[in-house]
C-alpha cells in the first residue's frame, strides 16, 4: 500500500488541530479537577471525624463538639416537606404546559414565569418567605414557613425535568389514545405519566439535592443556630418548632464558633456536600439507565 | 370463565339496559368521574398558572415590606449613589448601598472574566471535540460541580482558597474579591458550558461540513463558523451566568471578606448586596427602618436579576425563531 507522504501543509494542519483539542481539552479539565480535588480534600480533613456517631449525636459543648444530629434530622424534615409540597405542583404545572397549553402568550408568559423564578435570588426567595410565610401568613419562624420558602425556590427544578420526561412521549402514543375514545386526562393518566414517570423522578431527586443544600432561603424563615433534641428520635421536631439545618450548621460552625476542632466544619462539609452528590449521582444514574432502556 | 369466553352476543336484558331511550338525563352524561376529571383538569390548570403567582407573589411580599422606605424616608439617589452604609449608627443613620452595589459589580465581573472563556471553551471541548464516553462523563462531571451548594463552596473559600491566596499574592487577608469571584466563576460555569453546549448543538452539521470542505482548520471552524451562528446561545449563557453570579448569596458572603469598601485591586475585600441582607436581616427588628431597607434592597436585586433573566429569554427566544 502505497501512502503519500506528509506535506508541510498536513503536517501543519494536524498540530494545528492537535494544539486546539489540548486547549479546550484543558479548560475543560480545568473545571473538572477542583470537584475531584476538593471532594478528596474535605473528606482528608474530615476523616477524623467521620463516624456514625458523629451523625446521630448532638453538638455539644457550643457546637465545638458532638456531632451533626439535629442537624441533620432538621434537613430531613425540610428537604421532606418542600418535596411534599413541590412535587405535586410542579409535576401537575408541567403537566399542563407540555399537555393542555396551547401555544400563545399567555403559555410564554407562564414559560417566562418559570425561568425567572430560577433565576430569582436565594436571599430575595428568604426575603419572600420572611415577608409572606412568616410574618403576613403568621406562620412564624417554624420547619412549614421554611419548606414552603424551599418548595416555591425549587419548583422550576421540578417543572423543567418534568416537562422535559413529558415532552420525550411521543405524540403518536397519545393520539393512538385519543383515537381509542379516551379522554385527555385518561390519556395523559393512563399513558403520558406512565412512560415519563422515570423522568419526573428525576427532576424530584434533583429538588431533593437542591433543597437540602440551600442555606439563604431558611436561615430566616425557620432554621435555628442550635437546638438540641432527644438523639435517635425521629419525629422530635414538630412542623411548627424551629429546626437546625445542616447548611446553616456549616455556615455557623465555619464563620461564628471559635475554637472548634479544625476537623469539626469539614466533616460537616463532607456530610453535606456527600449528601448532596450522592442524591444526584442517583438521579445521573437513573437518566443513564432509563436512557439505554428507552424503546422508541 | 369458559361461559364468558363462549357468550358472544349480549342477552336482550344487557342490550335494553345499554342503549339509551330517549335524551340523556344530565347525570348520565355526566358522572361522577367526569365531574372528577373536570375537577382534575381546573387543578392542573391552577398548578400551571402557580409560577407567574409566585412570581408575582414574591415581587409584592418583598415590596410590601420596603415600601414604607421606598416611598417615604428614603431618598432614591441618595441611596444608590452614596456609598455610607450606616444602618445602625447611634447618632447619623445613613443608608447608601453605592460599595455594595460595586461589591456586587467587581465580584461578578472579574468572576465573568474568569468564567467566560473557560466555560465556553469546555462547552466547545465538550461539544467539538469529544464523543461517546469521555463527552458523557464530562457533562456529569460538569452536573455535578453544579450541584454543590453555595455554603458548601463559602466553606471552601474559608479554608482552602483564603490560605493559597495569601501564600499565592502575598495578600494580607486572602477573604477579598478574587476569592469569592474564582467561587463564583466556578459556580457559574456549569450552566454556560450546557446551555454553550445546547447552542453549538443547534449550528447545523451542515455548517461545519462545508468549513471542513474549504479547507478551514478546526480554529478557523469555531472562530469563523461555529461562535457567529451560535453567537445568541452563547450571550444567552454567559447572561444567565451574571444572574446566578449576582444573586449568589453564602458564598459570597463568606469568601468576601464582608468589609464595606471600594475595592482598588483584586486582593481588597468587599461587601455585596446579597451578603449585606444575609449578614443583617437577622440583626434588624422586623418593621424597622434598617429592616425596611433590607427589603428595598431585595427589590433592587429581583430587578437586576428580572431584566438579566429577560434579557437572556428573549435572546434565547430570538434563536428559535430564526
New interface residues.
Partial sequence: MTTFAETPFVRARKRNELFAKLVFGAMAALLVTPLLSIVAYLVIQGAPLLSLDFLVSNPSNGMRAGGIWSALLGTIYLVTLSLLIAAPIGVLAAVYLNEYAEDNWFTRVINLAVVNLAGVPSIVHALFGLGAFVLAAGIGRSVLAASLTLSIMTLPVIIASTKEALSSVPRAFREACWNVGATRWQTIRGIVLPNSVSGILTGVILQVSRSAGETAPVMFTGAIFFRPIPEGDPFAYSIFDQCMALSMHLFSVTTQVNGAPPALPYATAVVLLGTVLAVNATAIGLRVYLRSRKKW | MEEDAIKVSPTSTELAEATPSGPEPPWRRRPLEAYA?LA??W???L??????L??F??FF??F??GAGMLFGKLDLLRFLFTKEWYPTSLSNVRYGVLALIIGTGSVTVLAMAIAV???L??A???S??CSGRVK?T?K??????A??????W???G???MNPLIQELFDASIGLNVLNGALLLA?MS?PIM?SIGEDALKAVPDSHREAALALGS???QT?YRVLLPSAKNGLLAAVL?GV??A?????AVL?ATGHSLNIPRSVLDPVRTL?AT??AE??EAS?GSDHYQV??VI?IL??TI??F???A??LVVKGIKKQ
Avoid at chain 2, 47 to 52: Q, W
Avoid at chain 2, 140 to 145: M, R, T, Y
Avoid at chain 2, 147 to 152: K, L, Y
Fill in positions: 376529571e382534575l383538569e387543578l392542573i390548570r398548578c400551571g398558572v402557580s409560577a407567574i409566585f412570581v407573589g414574591i411580599f418583598v410590601r415590606e472563556p473557560f466555560g471553551g469546555a466547545i471541548f465538550v467539538e471535540f458523557e464530562l456529569i462531571v460538569i452536573e455535578l460541580l450541584a454543590i451548594p453555595s455554603v458548601v463559602g466553606f471552601i474559608i479554608s482552602v466556578l460555569v458550558v482548520t478546526r480554529w469555531i444567565l444572574g446566578r449576582v444573586g449568589e448569596t453564602m463568606m446579597t441582607i444575609a436581616l437577622g422586623v433590607l427589603f431585595g436585586l429581583f436579576t428580572f438579566v433573566n429577560l437572556a429569554d
